[in-house]
């Protein structure tokens, strides 16, 4: 039943390695988020795809990565990994780009 | 980069009590959300005003939005204990491609 479902829901790992994130959704939405959530709980866009178009590429470094296999997974591949990466990173869909969207729960990335 | 602010950045109230924060933002806008974010979860979509809309309920919730002054209220009312969580407001402008751009967020404690 669970409309945006991420894996995993917490990652811990040291600096350097490579880890990815998976991202699933069943509510049929054309469009897929990724925001990241700081420590002072501050959210910020980092990719957008529609239809497995990437249409948002925010001021990302280029560590990382996300995948679109089809338009119902998103997934995010983090290359080296730094200890700033570590934050909270959150899926979201929306069947109409800029409008309500549908948040997973998360997963919480602490990078030692 | 952030759109704009929230305030009060905490706001601690007694159950039965009006809860009410603002918002304010920078640019034009087409949309402006709401989301409530409890403990540990993700987002979760409480309302939606179009930039030609001044007013809308949901429930207990009264969202208000004045272009003019670039600012938004979410007020709860009659508040309850299970309100406790992390409201934040969030923009869509036209030219920024839909994604959606989120204020820093207000934590409301409401006390039984």
């Known amino acids: 039943d669970t409309a945006v479902s991420q894996t995993p829901k917490y990652l811990v790992t040291q600096m350097g390695n490579d880890k990815s994130i998976k991202c699933e959704q069943n509510?049929?939405?054309?469009?897929m988020y990724w925001y990241k959530q700081d420590s002072k709980k501050f959210l910020k866009i980092m990719f957008s795809?529609?239809?497995?178009?990437?249409?948002i590429n925010e001021t990302v470094p280029n560590r990382f990565s996300p995948k679109s296999p089809d338009k119902a997974h998103l997934n995010l591949h983090i290359n080296s990994l730094e200890l700033g990466d570590s934050a909270v990173y959150f899926c979201?869909?929306?069947?109409?780009?800029?409008?309500?969207?549908?948040f997973g729960s998360g997963t919480r990335l602490t990078v030692v | 980069s952030q759109q704009g602010e929230e305030d009060p950045q905490a706001l601690s109230i007694q159950e039965g009590e009006n809860a009410t924060m603002n918002c304010s933002y920078k640019?034009?806008?087409?949309?402006l959300q709401w989301y409530r974010q409890n403990s540990g979860r993700g987002l979760v979509h409480l309302i939606l005003i179009r930039s030609n809309e001044r007013e809308k309920h949901s429930g207990r919730l009264r969202v208000t939005l004045d272009t003019s002054k670039k600012s938004s209220s979410l007020l709860i009312t009659a508040s309850r204990a299970a309100d406790t969580a992390s409201y934040f407001c969030a923009t869509v402008s036209d030219n920024q491609g839909g994604k959606l751009i989120f204020g820093q967020g207000t934590e409301l404690s409401v006390k039984p």
């Open positions: 509510l049929g939405h054309d469009t």
């Open positions: 640019t034009s806008i087409n949309n």
């Open positions: 979201a869909s929306s069947q109409i780009v800029g409008r309500g969207y549908t």
């Open positions: 795809y529609n239809n497995k178009e990437l249409i």
